[in-house]
């Protein structure tokens, strides 16, 4: 009996864990288009659609403003597209490392799906998405996060130059593309 448990300990150790941890960290950003085709339909909650017609998908945009560019030059930022100084809160991955980057990845999209809800290579596929939905899988195991209030405030605080007191509920609400019950 104490031999076979350790036996499963053994297994638990060598594949499981490390599978596990290995899913998890061959997770690619593939950038919000390639979630479009799925995510788009009524049917779906439209999340792409609403993405687009909110304050996110125009982040990377905002940094080339005349606005963006006056608070830039009071410190010493000559381009916020290019500087992380800006770039961290305003759009998705990056400074993330290029292996880490699918070839669909193209930066520029703004505050995109997966800065939210993690990198999509490894959870992407239509069958994946059903079984995580219906339960099946563990999303996370795969990278899919469900993002909490932690997740808004790590670019809803005080580092940000033109920061606004942040209300999650409320903000919540004006960002909130749920899958209609069927
Ligand atoms: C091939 C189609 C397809 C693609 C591509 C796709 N999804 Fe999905 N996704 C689905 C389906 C189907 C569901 C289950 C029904 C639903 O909740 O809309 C789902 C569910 C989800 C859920 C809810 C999961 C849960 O816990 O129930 C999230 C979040 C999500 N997708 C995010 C994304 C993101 C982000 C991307 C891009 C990186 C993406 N999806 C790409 C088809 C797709
Ligand atoms: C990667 C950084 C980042 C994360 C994470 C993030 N946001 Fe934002 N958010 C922004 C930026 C940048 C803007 C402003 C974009 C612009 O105006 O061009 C913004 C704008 C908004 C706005 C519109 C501003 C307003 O007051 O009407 C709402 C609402 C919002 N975010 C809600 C959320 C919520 C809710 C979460 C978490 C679920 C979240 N955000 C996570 C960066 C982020
Ligand atoms: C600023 C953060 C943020 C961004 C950007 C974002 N989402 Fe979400 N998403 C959320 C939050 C918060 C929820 C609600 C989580 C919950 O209910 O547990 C959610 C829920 C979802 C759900 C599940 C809805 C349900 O009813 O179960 C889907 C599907 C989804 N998002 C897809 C997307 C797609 C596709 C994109 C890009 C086009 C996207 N999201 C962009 C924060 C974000
Ligand atoms: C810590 C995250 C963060 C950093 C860093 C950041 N921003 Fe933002 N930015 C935000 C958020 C969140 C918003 C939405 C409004 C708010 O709460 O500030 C925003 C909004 C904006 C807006 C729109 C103003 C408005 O009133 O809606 C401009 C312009 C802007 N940022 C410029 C910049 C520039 C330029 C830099 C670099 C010097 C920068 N931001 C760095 C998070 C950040």
Redesign the pocket.
């Known amino acids: 009996m104490k031999f076979r448990l350790s036996l499963i300990l053994l297994w638990a150790l060598a594949f499981v864990i490390p599978n596990l941890v290995l899913a998890q960290s061959k997770a690619k950003y593939v950038g919000a288009k390639t979630c479009m085709p799925c995510h788009m339909t009524p049917k779906s909650g439209a999340a792409y659609k609403i993405w687009q017609g909110?304050?996110?998908s125009?982040?990377f945009a905002?940094l080339a403003t005349p606005a963006a560019k006056e608070i830039a030059q009071k410190k010493g930022i000559a381009d916020p597209q290019k500087d992380e100084k800006c770039m961290k809160?305003?759009d998705t991955a990056f400074g993330v490392a290029a292996a880490q980057l699918a070839p669909s990845f193209k930066p520029g999209e703004g505050?995109g799906c997966e800065?939210?809800h993690g990198p999509g290579s490894e959870y992407k596929a239509m069958q994946v998405m059903k079984d995580i939905d219906a339960g099946k899988i563990k999303g996370e195991t795969l990278g899919l996060v469900k993002?909490d209030e932690k997740?808004?405030v790590?670019?809803?605080n005080a580092e940000s130059p033109t920061y606004?007191a942040f209300n999650?509920a409320e903000?919540?609400k004006?960002?909130a593309h749920p899958t209609p019950k069927p």
């Open positions: 909110n304050a996110h125009k982040a905002t809160c305003h505050v800065v939210c993002p997740a808004c790590k670019c809803h606004k999650f903000a919540s004006k960002i």
